[in-house]
């Protein structure tokens, strides 16, 4: 499975962006999918999740109520909608799948990764 994130760049404070990530050479469907974030001198670190089917959502607590995971399986693609962004949300974000009916929310569990888009939020 290869993986392609897209739509990050430079936001002020405040502001908003919409992330991408579009699947090929898999099923898509058959993939959890999740974002994670690695801000530079830090440890990845977990973002945002979404089922197979989009039923069942998990996120950060950083980003609850800001941030908004979602799929659309007929496009192969996992979306991340990032209202109201702060300083600290910069980083290079990072899309994953992993097979499986769960919703996993830690780096190691997740099988394919894409080359990440970096995000920065001035202030």
């Known amino acids: 499975v290869q993986l392609v994130e897209s739509g990050g760049g430079l936001v002020q404070a405040g502001g908003s962006l919409r992330l991408s990530c579009t699947a090929s050479?898999?099923?898509?469907?058959?993939?959890?999918m999740g974002w994670f974030r690695q801000a530079p001198g830090q440890e990845r670190e977990f973002v945002a999740v979404?089922?197979?089917?989009?039923?069942?959502?998990d996120y950060a607590d950083s980003v609850k109520g800001r941030f908004t995971i979602s799929r659309d399986n007929a496009k192969n693609t996992v979306y991340l909608q990032m209202n109201s962004l702060k300083p600290e949300d910069t980083a290079v974000y990072y899309c994953?799948?992993?097979?499986?009916?769960?919703?996993?929310?830690?780096?190691?569990?997740?099988?394919?990764w894409g080359q990440g888009t970096q995000v920065t939020v001035s202030s």
């Open positions: 979404i089922s197979r089917s989009g039923s069942r959502l």
């Open positions: 994953a799948a992993d097979d499986t009916v769960l919703v996993p929310t830690t780096s190691r569990s997740y099988d394919y």
């Open positions: 050479g898999g099923t898509f469907s058959r993939y959890a």
